[in-house]
């Protein structure tokens, strides 16, 4: 073998930009709160027993944490009631909404994408990490390439040694 012999990275020398989704998961505590707990024999929300409870809340447990308010009980609940436990909450943690873990991450990711700057990625052949420790909500994946298809010069999915090429600019 001869000495002039030298490794290339064709990947690196590609101008290829990876791109990695779930750097932008945030960071955080996700605690969700059921309106059942809440509830007169979790049925009925009477609303002196509704303040009580809600008074008793500690916020420092929910400090600095993402909060999705959800109802399992199949019970009315006026939306004053979630003024009231918003109102509790609200200087203690990052974002509080109402649905589920999943609609949360949803936001979540949809305010990180709307917030991120790509203007280093403009003009650029970008690869978009398809593997990921974190759970990344689909919506996610559209968002992202509603954000890079009008500047990137090429998008693709997956990994660097097996990508699905998505456009050409």
């Not at 024999?41 to 944490?65: M, Q, T």
């Not at 996610?140 to 699905?164: D, H, R, T, W």
Request: hydrophobic letters at 45%; proline letters at 4%; aromatic letters at 10%.
């Amino acid at each position: 073998m001869s000495e002039d012999f030298e490794i290339k990275n064709k990947v690196a020398e590609s101008g290829l930009v990876n791109f990695d989704l779930s750097k932008l998961v945030p960071e955080g505590k996700r605690i969700g709160i059921d309106l059942k707990d809440f509830l007169f024999e979790g049925l009925i929300l009477r609303e002196k027993d509704f303040r009580e409870k809600v008074s008793a809340v500690n916020p420092e447990e929910y400090r600095d944490a993402f909060i999705y308010i959800y109802n399992s009980a199949e019970a009315i609940v006026p939306l004053w009631a979630y003024f009231l436990i918003t109102a509790k909450l609200t200087d203690a943690t990052k974002k509080i909404i109402f649905g589920s873990r999943e609609d949360l991450e949803v936001l979540l990711m949809h305010n990180a994408l709307q917030t991120y700057d790509f203007t280093d990625l403009m003009g650029k052949r970008v690869l978009v990490k398809g593997c990921s420790d974190k759970s990344i909500p689909e919506n996610a994946y559209i968002e992202l390439v509603e954000q890079l298809k009008p500047i990137v010069k090429s998008l693709m999915f997956g990994e660097a040694c097996s990508n699905v090429p998505i456009f050409k600019n």
